[in-house]
């Protein structure tokens, strides 16, 4: 257990559920002292945060985008950014409106090609702003005693393959890019997205890259040259191998090795806050940066 995170989401993120009050309580009693809230394409956490007594976390205003690079997907993180530059809401607007035209599509391929019963009624009351994302989806699918011989759903019941995390494992296994149940998006390039941050002379983390890049030395290094400031090494996706990987690749370019759960809530159950796999020396090293910026 770390006593930093810097990747949580809260309840502004379409898979998140905590409050933002609710991530400080937890980050105390986890005795966490620094946290960034870095919600997907939204920075409405912040504003919650200028109305909450806090004297006791540190919070660093954070983001984190979704953006495409070289024809695949990827989540950058940033840190120390303006939360309130209208910026953030522009863009928050525009995935919101994409997930939402996204969402209805998917859950067409879900209910008519996967023959999975969707309860609308309970979904429109997990998601009443229309932006029916996957793990939602899985949700109300599981609930209903309609699904329970759907061969589909299987491998996501308690105790089965999926059991543990079955709302994002039911994303990446049928939604994800290349899936039969994919509807595809498309995001700003990663150097837009670079250039917003630079803007706000923010610090920027390629998001738990072990999930995405998978160890390929040359997209890793063009990423890298888009004049990225770290990658986050420490991630509760990273496997012990994944992190010295990272972590040399951070230390030959002299970039930042960060560190974040990627606490979501009951999406991710398994995950807990200040769940960074981070050394004791580099979370110091992280700390001192942090004070020093």
């Given at each position: 257990m770390n006593h930093i995170d810097l990747h949580m989401h809260s309840m502004y993120s379409l898979d998140g559920e905590k409050k933002v009050e609710e991530l400080l309580q937890i980050a105390k009693d986890s005795q966490i002292h620094t946290i960034a809230i870095a919600d997907h394409?939204?920075?409405?956490?912040?504003?919650?945060?200028?109305?909450?007594?806090?004297?006791?976390?540190?919070?660093?205003?954070?983001?984190?985008?979704?953006?495409?690079?070289?024809?695949?997907?990827?989540?950058?993180?940033?840190?120390?950014?303006?939360?309130?530059?209208?910026?953030?809401?522009?863009?928050?607007?525009?995935?919101?409106?994409?997930e939402k035209e996204s969402g209805l599509k998917r859950l067409e391929i879900i209910q008519n090609k996967m023959g999975i019963k969707i309860d609308m009624d309970h979904l429109k009351q997990l998601r009443p702003n229309g932006v029916y994302e996957a793990e939602s989806v899985c949700e109300v699918a599981l609930s209903m005693p309609e699904n329970d011989e759907n061969p589909y759903l299987k491998e996501f019941r308690p105790g089965k393959k999926h059991g543990i995390s079955p709302y994002v494992d039911f994303f990446w296994e049928y939604c994800a890019k290349g899936k039969m149940a994919y509807s595809p998006m498309e995001f700003m390039p990663m150097e837009e997205i670079i250039e917003i941050f630079r803007s706000q002379n923010a610090i920027i983390s390629l998001a738990h890259p072990g999930n995405n890049v998978k160890e390929?030395?040359?997209?890793?290094?063009?990423?890298?040259?888009?004049?990225?400031?770290?990658?986050?090494?420490?991630?509760?996706?990273?496997?012990?191998?994944?992190?010295?990987?990272?972590?040399?690749?951070?230390?030959?370019?002299?970039?930042?090795?960060?560190?974040?759960?990627?606490f979501h809530g009951k999406t991710k159950p398994h995950i807990h806050m200040g769940d960074?796999?981070?050394?004791?020396?580099?979370?110091?090293?992280?700390?001192?940066?942090?004070k020093e910026h």
């Open positions: 394409n939204s920075t409405k956490a912040y504003t919650d945060l200028k109305n909450i007594e806090n004297n006791e976390i540190q919070v660093i205003p954070a983001i984190e985008v979704d953006c495409t690079f070289h024809g695949k997907d990827f989540h950058i993180l940033g840190y120390f950014i303006d939360p309130f530059h209208p910026v953030w809401e522009e863009i928050e607007t525009r995935v919101s409106n994409m390929d030395d040359k997209l890793l290094e063009d990423i890298i040259a888009l004049g990225i400031d770290g990658l986050e090494v420490y991630s509760s996706y990273h496997s012990k191998e994944q992190i010295e990987y990272y972590k040399l690749k951070a230390d030959k370019h002299h970039l930042i090795s960060t560190a974040g759960s990627d960074c796999q981070m050394s004791l020396e580099d979370e110091n090293k992280l700390i001192q940066f942090i």
